[in-house]
């Protein structure tokens, strides 16, 4: 089986500070892992994913996220957070076949909230 | 190009009457899905279409929801007798099967309100 965790229903942070929101999973086999964003009212928006490959990837809108085996982590990162980035953020998992399925499963979301 | 589009955006029912939703995945791609969001349970895997395969119906929680694709396009959710448990935003999503491209992207989902 597969599972996502993300500790923090909520994460605060300034504007202009970093921000770090955190996602651990647990797989057998090799995960294909995704951040997705989510603003009220609307669906769910694909940030980035890790295949394969360098373990930093960046995405959409200045995100980044660093892959660690060893942790089994994925945490999102930016540099430098703004307001509009205020939203809740889903981690996800999927481990291909013949190893998994072709589902994702998902973290139960991390409200961000950056103010001024 | 064009999103996923769901329809409708919300949907309000009375406790007992079925319900139809309906989602239009990316032109050309193969794979659809649907999820369930709700305060209760987040994020849950319904059902998968991967071209003219048998589907993965192994997330549909009772044999009240059934799901069909038709001509490998356009998919529709049925909910039977619905109960107030399936409110909740329902979304569809679609991928091109490539690992290149391994990306569900998602619609704007579907409202439902069970009375």
């Known amino acids: 089986a597969q599972s996502v965790a993300q500790p923090e229903d909520q994460v605060n942070v300034a504007e202009g500070n970093p921000l770090t929101v955190k996602c651990t999973y647990s797989v057998s086999g090799n995960p294909y892992l995704f951040w997705y964003v989510q603003y009220p009212n609307r669906g769910l928006q694909f940030l980035l994913k890790y295949i394969t490959g360098d373990n930093l990837v960046k995405g959409s809108y200045g995100f980044e996220a660093e892959f660690n085996k060893s942790q089994t982590s994925f945490h999102l990162k930016k540099p430098s957070a703004l307001v509009s980035d205020s939203a809740l953020y889903f981690c996800a998992v999927r481990v291909p076949p013949p190893g998994g399925g072709n589902k994702l499963t998902f973290g139960t979301g991390t409200q961000l909230k950056v103010e001024l | 190009g064009a999103g996923v589009s769901q329809s409708p955006s919300n949907k309000v029912t009375e406790k007992g009457k079925d319900v139809e939703l309906r989602c239009d995945p990316i032109s050309g791609h193969t794979a659809l899905y649907w999820y369930r969001q709700s305060l209760g349970q987040g994020l849950e895997f319904l059902i998968y279409?991967?071209?003219?395969?048998?589907?993965?119906k192994s997330g549909l929680p009772s044999d009240r929801f059934s799901a069909e694709r038709t001509g490998g396009s356009v998919s529709t959710l049925t909910i039977q007798r619905t109960q107030q448990e399936d409110s909740a935003v329902y979304l569809c999503?679609?991928?091109?099967?490539?690992?290149?491209?391994?990306?569900?992207?998602f619609g704007p989902g579907t409202r439902l309100t069970v009375l």
């Open positions: 279409f991967q071209g003219n395969s048998a589907p993965d």
């Open positions: 999503a679609s991928r091109l099967t490539r690992v290149s491209t391994d990306t569900q992207y």
